[in-house]
């Protein structure tokens, strides 16, 4: 089948114009905060969504990141979805779920400090978003919450620390949205250009 032909998963204007071939998956992962109140996420739609995330690269494969998470209707939902900014909480309403991306501080052993733990994370949720967009389930990432609310309302034990919040759903009507969120719904989708932020040979050339 020619490559038009695919079904796509997300409007074109949504897809990254890259400069050089990407995976559909990599370029049709965008950030949506139009979530369809209507359809549900299930567990069996969100553990594929884990299950990419625990099989990420780690340093010395400690796996530092941790996942907690509820579905839209869960008491857990409710608890999470009230740490988020008000700007956020806007919005992440209508997802299907919600889940508070963690990393243990600490390496295992009494090691000291984990200085690539948030890294991990980072990856971990990299690949969570992927496999979201492969799946056509939006995943929205947020550093905008309360920190110490989040890790009271996850009951996170000592040393596991939050990070990153995440909104995902199915995607929804961006007429749900205020007027300023459906505008940046539409936004064009930009980057650094990649000489800037990949010069060959590091910044003294060579
Ligand atoms: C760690 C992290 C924190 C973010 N925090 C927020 C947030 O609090 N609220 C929000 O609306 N978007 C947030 N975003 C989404 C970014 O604004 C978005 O990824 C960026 O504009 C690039 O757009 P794209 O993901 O659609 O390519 C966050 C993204 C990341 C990775």
Same mark, same amino acid.
């Given at each position: 089948?020619?490559?038009?032909?695919?079904?796509?998963?997300?409007?074109?204007?949504?897809?990254?114009?890259?400069?050089?071939?990407?995976?559909?998956?990599?370029?049709?992962?965008?950030?949506?905060?139009?979530?369809?109140?209507?359809?549900?996420?299930?567990?069996?739609?969100?553990?594929?969504?884990?299950?990419?995330?625990?099989?990420?690269?780690?340093?010395?494969?400690?796996?530092?990141?941790?996942?907690?998470?509820?579905?839209?209707?869960?008491?857990?939902?409710?608890?999470?979805?009230?740490?988020?900014?008000?700007?956020?909480?806007?919005?992440?309403?209508?997802?299907?779920?919600?889940?508070?991306?963690?990393?243990?501080?600490?390496?295992?052993?009494?090691?000291?400090?984990?200085?690539?733990?948030?890294?991990?994370?980072?990856?971990?949720?990299?690949?969570?978003?992927?496999?979201? @967009?492969?799946?056509?389930? $939006?995943?929205? !990432?947020?550093?905008?919450? =309360? /920190?110490? &609310?989040?890790? #009271? +309302?996850?009951?996170?034990?000592?040393?596991?620390?939050?990070?990153?919040?995440? @909104?995902?759903?199915?995607? $929804?009507?961006? !007429?749900?949205?205020?007027? =300023? /969120?459906? &505008?940046?719904? #539409? +936004?064009?989708?930009?980057?650094?250009?990649?000489?800037?932020?990949?010069?060959?040979?590091?910044?003294?050339? $060579?």
């Amino acid at each position: 089948m020619p490559d038009d032909a695919q079904p796509r998963r997300v409007a074109a204007d949504r897809r990254a114009p890259a400069d050089h071939p990407l995976l559909d998956a990599i370029a049709e992962r965008w950030s949506p905060r139009a979530f369809d109140p209507d359809r549900p996420l299930t567990e069996a739609d969100v553990l594929p969504l884990l299950e990419a995330a625990r099989w990420a690269a780690s340093s010395s494969n400690i796996q530092p990141w941790r996942f907690a998470w509820a579905l839209r209707g869960d008491p857990a939902f409710a608890r999470l979805l009230g740490c988020l900014n008000p700007g956020n909480a806007a919005w992440a309403h209508r997802a299907g779920a919600l889940v508070l991306g963690c990393a243990v501080a600490d390496k295992p052993g009494g090691r000291g400090p984990n200085r690539h733990a948030a890294h991990d994370l980072g990856a971990a949720l990299a690949q969570m978003a992927v496999q979201a @967009a492969a799946d056509g389930i $939006g995943m929205h !990432a947020m550093a905008g919450f =309360d /920190r110490e &609310a989040a890790r #009271a +309302a996850a009951s996170a034990p000592e040393g596991v620390e939050p990070y990153t919040a995440v @909104a995902l759903g199915w995607p $929804g009507d961006p !007429a749900l949205l205020d007027e =300023d /969120r459906r &505008a940046r719904e #539409a +936004a064009p989708r930009v980057r650094l250009p990649l000489a800037e932020v990949a010069p060959r040979g590091g910044w003294g050339g $060579g």
